[in-house]
């Protein structure tokens, strides 16, 4: 079951990066990019980075699910942080990219919340992380590394006034 969820995750993600490329908006009769719809990335905010971000996220859950063998035991909430880490890294991205594109501010603070209550529950679960037995150190390594780095520049924007 895990291996069919995980491809219908993957087709569906494969379909968001679709849309999102059509979503783009790219001058007529301009050459061939690949990168064109990432350099507009911003001018239909937040529609066009919620599909790239949900099309890099059913990827990324799905191919997961498919590589991934039986359960193991251990390491429960070490993943549930990892998880949270990088929707923190996701949440904090969408905020730049509004604020990079000088969008609503009202649209770019719901995600710059987003991003405090990631921040928040990431704290609790790298806590418990650090407490569950038995551990899941890779998760756990992973986890820790996105969490700190992503808090670092969601703190770093907000003093310098970048988000």
Do not use: C
Not at 5 to 19: D, E, I
Not at 141 to 156: H, K, M, R
């Amino acid at each position: 079951m895990k291996r069919i969820s995980g491809g219908v995750l993957m087709a569906a993600g494969g379909v968001g990066l679709y849309l999102f490329a059509l979503h783009a908006r790219i001058p007529q009769g301009t050459d061939f990019d690949p990168l064109a719809p990432v350099r507009a990335l911003g001018s239909r905010y937040p529609a066009d980075v919620l599909l790239l971000l949900g099309g890099l996220w059913g990827l990324v859950l799905g191919f997961a699910l498919v590589a991934s063998g039986p359960s193991r035991a251990g390491g429960t909430i070490a993943r549930a942080h990892l998880l949270n880490a990088l929707l923190l890294a996701s949440t904090l991205f969408a905020a730049w990219v509004g604020s990079a594109a000088g969008k609503e501010a009202r649209i770019v603070a719901a995600f710059g919340l987003a991003a405090l209550a990631h921040i928040a529950a990431g704290l609790i679960l790298l806590v418990l992380s650090l407490f569950e037995r038995p551990k899941g150190p890779v998760p756990l390594v992973l986890g820790t590394a996105v969490f700190l780095g992503s808090t670092a520049v969601g703190i770093l924007a907000f003093l310098w006034g970048g988000a």
